[in-house]
């Protein structure tokens, strides 16, 4: 069991640009969570897939923000034309199916924004 | 009205001591519910899971629900430093798999 991994760790970028990062979930996990969570708070959900479909987004989620689960293993996160209120931690975590399952993290992927 | 409140602290507990943490939440139908440890600047690790009323005992870990009074809270017996961490519960309310979260309380072991 190697765990979820994120890829990169930190990521530093100027306002506008794009940036797109990689969650490899825990291998017999088929579901995949996407969080973002800023100092002093708990975890913001953002979207989760069950294998490849994603069933479930964030209301608050803008438009700029979209995430992909092709195959059903890796996810990939993208923010388009990123701002200075992107700036987080950005989570993802995997499970089993089951509301009763937990789920585990990866390391994170801190963005900052310039 | 938030769904799940934990006191943010920060609770300081001398080194040996128990430090007890409260979650209370307000979907009556929530099923699972969960304890999160977050040291600063890491992602949140699984601590304790729990589903039935009563109490889970894992090691130094107590994790209490009580359904009735829609509360949950985790009891750290023998505290270590290296237990100074951020709490975080979170809960999910059954009505779909996205797990609801607390701000998470911090806690300090004193030495």
């Known amino acids: 069991d190697t765990g979820v991994s994120q890829d990169p760790r930190h990521k530093i970028t100027k306002r506008g640009q794009n940036v797109t990062f990689r969650c490899d979930p825990i291998s017999e996990h088929n579901r995949l969570y996407w969080y973002r969570q800023t100092l002093g708070q708990g975890p913001e959900f953002l979207t989760y897939f069950q294998n490849e479909a994603q069933l479930e987004k964030s209301r608050l989620l803008s438009d700029r923000f979209s995430a992909e689960r092709p195959k059903g293993s890796f996810s990939t996160l993208e923010i388009q034309r990123t701002e200075q209120g992107d700036s987080a931690m950005y989570l993802c975590?995997?499970?089993?199916?089951?509301?009763?399952?937990?789920?585990?993290f990866g390391d994170g992927t801190r963005l900052s924004i310039l | 009205q938030k769904e799940v409140e934990q006191n943010s602290g920060p609770l300081s507990v001398p080194e040996g001591a128990i430090a007890s943490l409260n979650c209370t939440y307000s979907d009556r139908v929530s099923q699972s519910f969960f304890w999160y440890r977050q040291y600063s600047g890491k992602s949140p690790e699984l601590i304790m899971s729990?589903?039935s009323n009563g109490d889970k005992e894992d090691g130094r870990f107590t994790a209490q629900l009580n359904k009735a009074s829609q509360y949950v809270s985790l009891l750290i017996r023998d505290s270590q430093p290296s237990d100074s961490a951020t709490y975080l519960c979170?809960?999910?309310?059954?009505?779909?798999?996205?797990?609801?979260w607390g701000a998470g309380t911090k806690l300090i072991i004193k030495p």
């Open positions: 975590a995997s499970s089993l199916a089951g509301g009763d399952q937990p789920q585990h």
């Open positions: 729990i589903y």
């Open positions: 979170a809960v999910n309310p059954g009505r779909n798999y996205q797990l609801i």
